[in-house]
């Protein structure tokens, strides 16, 4: 299986920045995509940004400018540095990542994170 940890998160004026962390552990073989998705009250959960084991990044348009993912291979871990936090931007964020394990390299599948909470709000 694979555990996904998450820290960062907490609260935060408008404008300012916060930067989450995820790192990925276990009896992983190969990891594919890492991101992080966020769950409003009231909404379904969304995907907030993504990174390929290539590097290619994919952005909510909601949070283009304003987000960067960025992934360490070396350390299975994956960043989302935050800038110029709004209220809107209030969700508990998930990390997932699309991985195979050990004992069955031949299949990805997602693993999540517990969640982290960001509320922006002054």
């Known amino acids: 299986q694979v555990q996904l940890v998450e820290s960062g998160g907490g609260l935060v004026q408008p404008g300012g920045s916060l930067r989450l962390s995820c790192a990925a552990s276990?009896?992983?073989?190969?990891?594919?995509?890492m991101g992080w998705y966020r769950q409003a009250p009231g909404k379904r959960r969304q995907l907030v940004a993504s990174?390929?084991?290539?590097?290619?990044?994919n952005y909510a348009d909601s949070v283009k400018g304003r987000f960067t993912i960025s992934r360490d291979n070396a350390r299975n871990t994956v960043y989302l540095q935050m800038n110029s936090l709004k209220p809107e931007d209030t969700a508990v964020y998930y990390c997932?990542?699309?991985?195979?394990?050990?004992?069955?390299?031949?299949?990805?599948?997602?693993?999540w994170g517990q969640g982290t909470q960001v509320t922006v709000s002054s």
């Open positions: 990174v390929s084991s290539g590097g290619d990044t």
């Open positions: 997932n990542t699309r991985a195979s394990t050990v004992g069955n390299i031949g299949f990805l599948n997602d693993y």
């Open positions: 276990g009896s992983i073989f190969s990891i594919n995509s």
